[in-house]
């Protein structure tokens, strides 16, 4: 005998006051997982099945006409996990042989683009000078911005650079020969060349930095070791004062580094290496802003591009 559109609203049912009662979930969660078991009712009611007999390939088309409509992979991958979780339930009742969402996945969500600034924000942040500031804050947010904009660093690389080269040191500058000796993920080494506004930045910057205890290269006011905290609020500040549109943090300006050089260059694994990256596949993202950058470029400079008015 068939399942009756009543039938299975029983079951929805039964399986709410489960998840209410017997599992304690919040009545937001529970209200979430009834909203998406009414849709996966109309979806085996519209094919004609009851929710006992719904099987993998309804699923998948179900998920193919959600990823059609525009929902986010993000979106379905949490409709399957409140359907996968009826379906399990219904398998400790007896009342299926086999979970049909259980080798189901959401598509995959695309990988978000990094944030790069352009050239010229790039530029002007680099270059920015705060008349009003402490001149010893001034010499160190200045040459932190040069160093993360001019050697694509990450934020932790920065902050463990030690004054001088030593056995216990996890990264420094050697300022004769332009390089930064940095301990990346994963515990490992890479030289980094430094540009010569970062050489000049440092040597600044050292030239105030004092006598301290600490061996850092940036301190704080009380003389210890910058911490990652500290520079993304003295990015997002010097970067407002700036002018620059958009707060910047410091993989903002790891990530235009990178998309900068590949502008410039066209070397995908020279920016891979300078950047630290284990796989080439993790520094191909740069390609993508590389091409919406020659994209604009087309847009504006090619005649059939440009629409008529």
């Known amino acids: 005998m068939a399942a009756t559109p009543a039938d299975d609203a029983a079951l929805v049912e039964r399986y709410l006051e489960h998840v209410r009662v017997g599992k304690r979930l919040a009545a937001r969660t529970v209200e979430l997982y009834s909203l998406d078991l009414r849709k996966l009712q109309a979806n085996a009611s519209q094919a004609g099945v009851g929710l006992l007999q719904v099987q993998p390939a309804h699923v998948r088309r179900w998920v193919a006409q959600m990823n059609a ?16 979780g009826f379906y399990a339930w219904l398998g400790r009742e007896a009342l299926i042989p086999a979970n049909p969402v259980v080798d189901v996945r959401a598509p995959r969500a695309p990988r978000p683009l990094p944030k790069a600034l352009s050239v010229d924000d790039s530029v002007a942040l680099a270059d920015y000078h705060d008349e009003d500031g402490h001149p010893r804050d001034e010499a160190r947010d200045a040459a932190i911005v040069e160093l993360l904009y001019g050697c694509g660093l990450r934020v932790g690389e920065l902050v463990g650079l030690d004054l001088q080269a030593t056995a ?106 300078l950047l630290g990256h284990a796989s080439i596949a993790t520094t191909q993202v740069y390609t993508r802003l590389d091409f919406q950058h020659l994209a604009k470029a087309y847009d504006a400079a090619h005649p059939r591009a440009r629409r008529k008015p």
């Open 69 to 84: 409509a525009g929902r986010s992979g993000r979106g379905i991958a949490l409709i399957l996990s409140g359907w996968r």
């Open 168 to 273: 216990a040191a996890a990264g420094w500058v050697d300022l004769d020969a332009g390089e930064a000796q940095v301990l990346g993920k994963g515990a490992k080494r890479r030289s980094v060349p430094v540009g010569r506004k970062a050489l000049a930045a440092l040597r600044a910057w050292i030239d105030v930095r004092g006598v301290a205890q600490d061996p850092a290269l940036f301190l704080n006011a009380r003389g210890r070791r910058l911490s990652a905290q500290a520079v993304w609020r003295l990015l997002r500040r010097r970067s407002l004062q700036a002018g620059l549109a958009t707060p910047v943090h410091p993989h903002m300006l790891r990530h235009s580094f990178a998309s900068h050089v590949l502008q410039s260059s066209g070397d995908l694994r020279a920016v891979q290496e």
